[in-house]
């Protein structure tokens, strides 16, 4: 079982990276330094409890910046690296793909670089570990699985700078021994999703009586899993996983996209002392997502044998606490909506970048 002293996050003003620096921060004694733009998608209030804490740092960085994250490795000296730190939605990357390669794959390779020059003298127990998704391995039909083996098909430009950097992280482990380790993990839900996202966005679109768009016939499906769940298996793989290896993370609970609408719809509705059905006629069908992937459904029985990994949430009880965070953080949607938070980041950090 390793251990570490000071652990560096990238993204951990993003959704997974938020859930996980608090996670951790309860669960361990541990030093950790938060690395984060602070994009649209980061949101430094997020982690109001613990800023003054004195095991708590953090730096508004652009990982591409390899002056400012080779400081940062210096200055801190980061046994363990947990790195989330990505654009992540995939409709903004059919739009706008070059952020997608900037920050995914060239940041990717310049922590990469600076991990690899801090530990260049003694690499023994320490650990890179990369934060990948299940879209690296393509679409899948009515059957079958997503294993470790499955060969990369990524058909967005997300997925495919994704499956470029997991293919660099491999390569770091191959040529220069550098201890890395990956996760391709499926679709995560839970509390500080910006509300781009299937979940959060139908969850604030309900409570505004806002229209809620369904690509294409709804059919397609995802592999749903809370977000702590997923960050407790990322706790099994940096403490235990074997360097060099690939490890599937999943939920286990495929749904198609129309029931997910309809359970948010009737779930809100008994919430908000409404018919079951009244939030339903705001579905609206519209133009289907380029390339849109049919299925995504993980086997991720590696990490539940190898690592003794499994989920504690069930997804009836997982969706609740999570509809009900939102409920209870309208202002929280508000603010990272409206543009109000940017606002006040630029105020606040606009020299720090
Ligand atoms: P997110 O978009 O909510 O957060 C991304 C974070 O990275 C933000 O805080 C943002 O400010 C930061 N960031 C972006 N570009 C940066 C840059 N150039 N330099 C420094 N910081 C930067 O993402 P998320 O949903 O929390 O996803 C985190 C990771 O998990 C990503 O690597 C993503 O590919 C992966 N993942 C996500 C899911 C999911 O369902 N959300 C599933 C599997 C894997
Ligand atoms: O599978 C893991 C991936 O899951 C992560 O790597 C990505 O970072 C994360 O964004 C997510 O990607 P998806 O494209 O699956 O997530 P999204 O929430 O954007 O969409 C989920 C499904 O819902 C997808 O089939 C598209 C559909 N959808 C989405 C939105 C935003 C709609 O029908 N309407 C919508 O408005």
Request: with cysteine; aromatic share 14%; net charge neutral.
């Amino acid at each position: 079982m390793r251990k570490f002293d000071t652990v560096l996050v990238t993204g951990g003003c993003g959704f997974i990276g938020t859930n996980f620096i608090k996670y951790i921060f309860d669960k361990t004694n541990y030093k950790i330094i938060n690395i984060d733009a602070l994009t649209y998608a980061g949101n430094i209030k997020n982690l109001i409890d613990i800023e003054n804490k004195d095991r708590y740092f953090f730096e508004r960085v652009n990982i591409c910046d390899a002056k400012k994250v080779n400081s940062i490795f210096e200055k801190y000296k980061p046994d363990c690296i947990v790195h989330f730190a990505a654009e992540s939605h995939v409709d903004r990357s059919i739009f706008g793909p070059k952020d997608f390669i900037d920050t995914n794959i060239i940041g990717t390779f310049t922590l990469l670089e600076a991990a690899r020059n801090l530990w260049k003298d003694n690499a023994n127990g320490k650990l890179f570990h990369h934060i990948s998704t299940d879209e690296v391995y393509g679409s899948l039909s009515d059957t079958g699985y997503f294993y470790e083996t499955t060969a990369y098909d990524p058909r967005s430009p997300y997925s495919a700078s994704k499956a470029s950097s997991d293919h660099i992280v491999k390569a770091y482990y191959h040529t220069y021994n550098l201890p890395v380790t990956i996760s391709n993990c499926s679709n995560n839900y839970g509390p500080y999703q910006f509300p781009e996202k299937l979940i959060p966005l139908m969850i604030s679109n309900i409570i505004e009586e806002k229209d809620l768009p369904v690509y294409g016939d709804g059919k397609n499906i995802r592999d749903w899993i809370f977000v702590e769940d997923h960050n407790n298996a990322v706790l099994d793989i940096i403490y235990k996983g074997r360097v060099g290896e690939t490890y599937n993370i999943g939920g286990e609970n495929e749904i198609t996209n129309i029931d997910m609408v309809n359970i948010l719809c009737e779930k809100l509705a008994s919430k908000m002392n409404k018919d079951k059905d009244y939030y339903k006629r705001l579905i609206k069908f519209v133009k289907d997502r380029a390339g849109h992937d049919r299925r995504y459904a993980i086997n991720c029985d590696k990490i539940k044998k190898e690592l003794g990994w499994k989920r504690q949430y069930d997804f009836n009880t997982a969706i609740d606490i999570t509809i009900d965070w939102y409920l209870n953080n309208k202002e929280w949607i508000y603010d990272v909506k409206s543009g109000e938070y940017q606002k006040w980041i630029e105020l606040n950090y606009s020299n720090s970048l």
